[in-house]
Structure formats: structure tokens, C-alpha cells
């Protein structure tokens, strides 16, 4: 949130992520990604794009890891920098080689991942809310982590930002601007796949009376009810209910 070392995380961004500069404070530079998101970010980490580079590099992914991460690889089979891949970073691949995908390197480099750990981009392909719920439940138990986008520890938000993207659908970072997007719907005709929002925090129906989510008071990603008498009922959420969204 400001040009220092240990200041307030504000979100994270993955490897190859394209983004555009703004003024320089030290050494960080603030950037804003594609859907607007800003902050600031360590400039030893960054690399210079041209314009249309930029734009290239926002239309050419076609792939997107899948798995908790993807080991970096080159032809040889050693590490390459940054040595592995969180989940939800989209990439270029460029060719299949005896099992592994080859993949664009800003640095130039031969890069190869294997290919169990990535999933196709497929670009309006048909999505259901039960996809998103199957998805999503891989990660339950991941710790809360303000700012956090990767199984290593999520916030609210990011947690439901990279699961849709997994299925090339891209919600804004934040519970505040996801919150406008879709279409609201009223409470009883929620369905598997509806984000639900309540006093800044977002969640994802599994059925009318389930959710999914990662929130401090789960402890990390969890299934919990909005509903009295049901199993992990949250009475604070069901309280602090404000609206549903349909976005699928």
C-alpha cells in the first residue's frame, strides 16, 4: 500500500503478469494491472514491457496453472528463475516436448512446465456453478492471508478472483468492485456458482443454504452455512448478508 519494505499487502501478482507503470518512489514503482488494480511493487522484480508488447502479452495466454504451483524447468531438467508457478498464473505455451510444455520466458530463456500441472485456456467455454464449486473445494483448509491470491493463503476476494479464472472469467481484485459486476439477484433464488456478498467479505453458493469461502473466522477456505440449523452455521454472516450476484 506504500513504496516500503513491510508495509501493508495490498494483493500479490504472479510470474508474467502484464501490468503498467506509473511514477517511481525509491525502489518501487506503482503499477496497475489489467483490471485497474493498483499498488506498489518492487522494481527488481519488474521488467520493462513496450506498449505493444503489453498488449501481446495480455492476449497471448492460453494456458493457466492448475495445480498448487509448476516447477520452472529448462532442457536440462535444472531450475529456472523463479523456480516454480503459483496456481492462477496464466502463461504463453508454445510447444509440447516429450511430455513438458515450452513456455514463453520474458528473459528469452528455454522454460518448460509439465504438463499435469496446467489446464487449456478455452475461451468461451461453457462454465456451471457446479465447476466452480469442485474447483474451488480443492483448496479447502488454505489459510487466510490478507492480500493473498495462491494457495499458499488467500483473502476473501483472491481466493474467488482465481478460482473464476481458472475458467478464463475475470472478476475484479477486490470484494468492493466485484460486488459490480453480474447480475443481482434476491436471496431466494440463489443457485450453485452465485457470489454472495456481505459487510466486506464475498463468498460462493453451493446450494441456498451453503457457501464457500476463505475467511478469517474459518481460519482459511471452508464450507459454512448462511442458514439457523444447519451444520456451520455462521450467524455473523447471515446477519451481515447484503446481496447476491450472478455472474455465470
Known sequence: MEPRYNCERASQLLFLEPLKAGKKSGDYVLVEQADGYSGWADIRFLKELSRVEYENQLKSANAVISAFDAKLLDNKNSNVQPHFLYYGTRLRVTATIDGGLRIKHPLGK???????????????????????????????????????????????????????????????????????????????????????????????????????????????????SIESGQPDYRQDLDRDFAEARRII
Open 110 to 224: 528455454n522454460a518448460y512446465i509439465k504438463r499435469n500441472r496446467v489446464r487449456p485456456i478455452k475461451k468461451n467455454a461453457p462454465v456451471t456453478g457446479k465447476k466452480l464449486v469442485k474447483e474451488a473445494s480443492k483448496w479447502l483448509g488454505v489459510p487466510y492471508l490478507w492480500g493473498g491470491i495462491t494457495p499458499a493463503g488467500f483473502d476473501c476476494s483472491g481466493f474467488l478472483k482465481q478460482i473464476f479464472g481458472q475458467f478464463n472469467i475475470q472478476l475484479p481484485r477486490d470484494t468492493k468492485d466485484q460486488i459490480l459486476v453480474g447480475d443481482k439477484i434476491d436471496r431466494q433464488s440463489i443457485k450453485t456458482g452465485d457470489l454472495l456478498f456481505f459487510k466486506r467479505h464475498v463468498g460462493m453458493a453451493i446450494t441456498k443454504k451453503q457457501m464457500i469461502h476463505c475467511s478469517v473466522g474459518s481460519a482459511g477456505v471452508a464450507i459454512e
